[in-house]
Structures are given as structure tokens and as C-alpha cells.
């Protein structure tokens, strides 16, 4: 089942980001459970001109702002929590990191820098379309169906039930805390300009905000 809510303007950018679920899921993650969302996002391009995106979902980091009450109102108030992020180049992916990780996010500043990572052009009127996944500790209660009780920690077998009818998602990305790339963004905003407008926020990163999605049927 797809649960969808249209998209509406962001303010003074006119990109609107969209998503739905596509399916409430569990992981387990050292032992612990832990709400998987499989999600349909989708970027609309409301501008008269082209609009830039980098596509979000391997480096950006992931915000989710639960509404506080049950009429899905944010502006009642919000409960924001963190995506555990997923770093495929360690040997336990959601674990935590040493001075001698990887950092996949460096290489991918990097070749931001060299022009070597493409953007994606949505043209007025236009989609940019994708599935991402996101881990979450808060929002969703965990209960076990036929192992219940057992004390055992299966992916198979616990069910998400929502908190909140809803929550936003944001996708964030800066590169100020690379030596030397506090201005990155910008000229990269400066370079492909004849290609369209990528989108910064005042401060110069990159933020791409959804409108509201629902996790349970209206």
C-alpha cells in the first residue's frame, strides 16, 4: 500500500519534495529493533527555470520531524529525531565510527570539487525520482508477533506501529567541515549556472525539506 500526500511550494524555491511510504518494515540492529522505512520520493520542479539537485540519497544526512499530535499538526508542535546513518564501508554498518573509518563522504567532496559527480537537471514542470530507506530508534513502536516473548531480536518478525499519523523528512549536506571547502556549495552554485539553479540555503548548504508524509491511512 502507497501512502501519498501532494506536495506543496517551498517557500521563495518552488521545488517541492514529495514522498510516500512504501512499506513499514523492522531491522535489527546490535540486538536491538529498529523501524525500517521503504520510501517513494519524489522532487516536482514548480520554477519557470531548471532547477539542480545533487541526489540525496547516498551522502545527505537524514532528519525526521515527527508531529506531536494525533491530528498530524506541525505547528502543535514536533518531535525531531535522527536517521541512524548507514555507512556500507564498515563491517557493521550502523556502528559506530573510529578516527580510521572510511570517510565515503570526503571522497564524495572530493570529486564535487573536481567535477566528477554529475548533478541531476529537473526542467520546469519536471520529476526527479527515487526509493530511499530510512533506520529509525524513535517514533514507531516495535512488537514481536510469533517470536514474542522469546526475547529474540528477528527482522521477520516484529511490526512497526506508528506513534505519529506523520512525519517530514529532510535531506541535509554541507561540506563546511572539510579544510578548505566552506565555500564549496556556492562555487559549485557559480559554476553550472548555465546549466540551471542549484538551490543553497542562506548559510550555503544544501537542505531539501518534504511536505508532509503519512505513516498510517488517513
Known sequence: MVLSVPGQRTAGKSLVLSASVVKIGSTCI??????????????RNDRDSTVLILPPELFFERRVRFANDA???????TVA???????????NPFGPRTRDDYDAVS??????????TRFKQIEPGKYYEFQDVIWLKHGFRL????????????DDNLIPEPEYSSFELEYHFSA?????ETDLLKDLRDRWKPFGDLLLDTNGDISYKSEKILTSSP
Open 107 to 116: 571522497g564524495y567532496v572530493g570529486k564535487l570539487k573536481a567535477g566528477n
Open 30 to 43: 546490535d540486538g536491538t529493533p529498529v523501524a525500517r522505512i521503504q520510501l517513494y520520493i519524489q522532487f
Open 143 to 154: 512488537e514481536a508477533s510469533s517470536a514474542k516473548g522469546q526475547g529474540r531480536c528477528k
Open 176 to 180: 563546511k567541515k572539510y579544510e578548505g
Open 81 to 91: 529525531v535522527n536517521s541512524l546513518l548507514y555507512d556500507p564501508y564498515l563491517d
Open 71 to 77: 491530528s498530524g499538526d506541525t505547528q502543535g508542535g
